[in-house]
């Protein structure tokens, strides 16, 4: 059986609050997570009618989601560059939460789907 795309919400909720991201503490995650959960999904032609997809653009920068398009579509192409480019106010350690949140989606994408 397979886990629907709210049961991976509450797989990764996890990983909810931050302890630290940019200048904030004890930041919850959710709405950064399902944004780019939901923009992985419409990378290979998916969408919910329940999200609100102007959401996608209010939380995720243009050089991240050129970076979450990249380790999705193409994790070969990955480059230092790439990683560079985007939340460049944030620590490493804030960083590789996106990075973590893109890989553990396209997994789960990836199970669900028989791919």
């Known amino acids: 059986m397979h886990a629907n795309r709210h049961d991976v919400y509450g797989f990764m ?6 302890v630290r991201m940019g200048d904030k503490n004890n930041v919850d995650t959710t709405s950064f997570r399902r944004a780019i959960w939901n923009y992985i999904h419409s990378l290979f ?15 995720l920068e243009r050089p991240l989601k050129a ?4 380790v999705t579509c193409f994790p070969d192409r ?3 560059a790439d990683y560079d480019a985007f939340m460049q106010d944030f620590n490493h350690s804030e960083k590789v939460l996106a990075t973590y949140c893109c890989t553990t989606i396209v997994i ?3 199970s669900q789907n028989g791919i």
């Open 67 to 70: 970076y979450v398009k990249i």
């Open 78 to 80: 990955v480059t230092r």
């Open 108 to 110: 789960c994408f990836i």
């Open 45 to 59: 032609g998916i969408r919910h009618d329940d999200y609100d997809y102007s959401v996608v653009n209010k939380l």
């Open 13 to 18: 909720s996890y990983f909810a609050v931050a």
